[in-house]
């Protein structure tokens, strides 16, 4: 008799899933690594940006004469604005078609994404709708909860305890909301290239799956958790170290020019930091190919112990 350990998918399919990577990409085959670091940078475990939301902006920070010219600039950032978000929401659809890209890549393994991606635009899509509905949920949700209890406390200091007071409620749905991301995307997104339906068929079928297999989803859920914070660690330090080494010629020649020329800094800074950030972000991004490629395979390989008839990848 075998032991749970042995009979939980999320555990005795982890062996699986680094062979198959392994396979996959050693000996180094800079086309296929250059791909998938392609693929890393859309659907994720590419470069990440400090965030500063939390930095408050007074009237010191901002340029001398600045307020009285926003009039005359107005136009110009509302264009930025837009633009920005164009190219956020195209970066979002592409990024939904990459990842059913990723899986035909995988299951194919035909490494190349100009075949799939066409075929894949109209599901990534579909994937987009959804993902982006459901954002647009949660943070409705979360404004007029928030209004609710300053309505109820009022905007004074009662207002915002009761605002403190829930916010572990707050958490806890957008921790749903994050689990509903997640198995869209481990297994949502195959099942809807297996059966070649939408959202929220692939949704129904996977329901289904669950109600038959809780303990398992759950345990896959923890430890895919787990693994994840782990390999993001990872992941972080070897990025690190990676911007630290090959930041090192840069300052070097950035010491060498600033001590001969003692003037115009901000362009020297401008002109040394391009090439950098040419290099070091491929060099992110192919850091990033295994973890991506890792998890890629074992979501499906857990699928696939799952569910036998969703079985995607080849023997």
């Not at 914070?229 to 090192?248: F, G, N, R, S």
Request: proline share 5%.
């Amino acid at each position: 008799m075998t032991s749970m350990a042995e009979e939980m998918y999320a555990f005795n399919r982890l062996d699986g899933a680094f062979q198959r990577t392994k396979s996959l990409l050693w000996p180094i085959n800079w086309g296929i690594w250059l791909r998938l670091a392609l693929i890393a940078l859309f659907v994720g475990g590419g470069v990440s940006f400090p965030n500063t939301s939390g930095y408050n902006f007074g009237e010191g920070d901002l340029p001398p004469g600045f307020a009285e010219s926003l009039p005359d600039i107005a136009p110009l950032l509302v264009a930025f604005i837009i633009v920005v978000l164009a190219i956020a929401l195209i970066w979002w659809i592409v990024g939904a078609a990459m990842r059913f890209v990723f899986v035909d890549m995988l299951r194919t393994g035909e490494i190349h994404i100009r075949p799939f991606f066409g075929e894949r635009l109209g599901k990534g899509v579909r994937l987009f709708l959804f993902e982006a509905a459901l954002t647009l949920i949660l943070i409705l949700a979360i404004m007029a909860f928030i209004l609710m209890l300053v309505g109820i406390g009022g905007s004074g200091v009662g207002g915002a305890a009761l605002i403190l007071v829930f916010i572990p409620f707050v958490l806890v749905a957008a921790l749903l909301f994050g689990i509903v991301f997640f198995l869209t995307n481990d297994f949502v997104v195959p099942i809807m290239i297996r059966e070649d339906c939408g959202v929220i068929e692939g949704w129904q079928r996977l329901i289904g799956m669950i109600s038959a297999n809780i303990g398992q989803t759950v345990v896959y859920i923890v430890t895919r958790f787990v693994l994840g914070l782990i390999a993001a660690i990872v992941q972080a330090i070897l990025v690190i170290l990676a911007l630290l080494i090959i930041a090192i010629p840069f300052v070097l020649i950035g010491i060498v020019l600033l001590a001969a020329i003692q003037e115009m800094i901000n362009t020297l800074l401008l002109v040394l930091l391009i090439p950098y950030l040419i290099i070091a972000i491929p060099v992110a991004l192919l850091i990033a190919v295994p973890f991506v490629t890792f998890f890629r395979y074992y979501g499906l390989l857990v699928l696939e112990g799952l569910a036998p008839e969703y079985r995607l990848l080849p023997e």
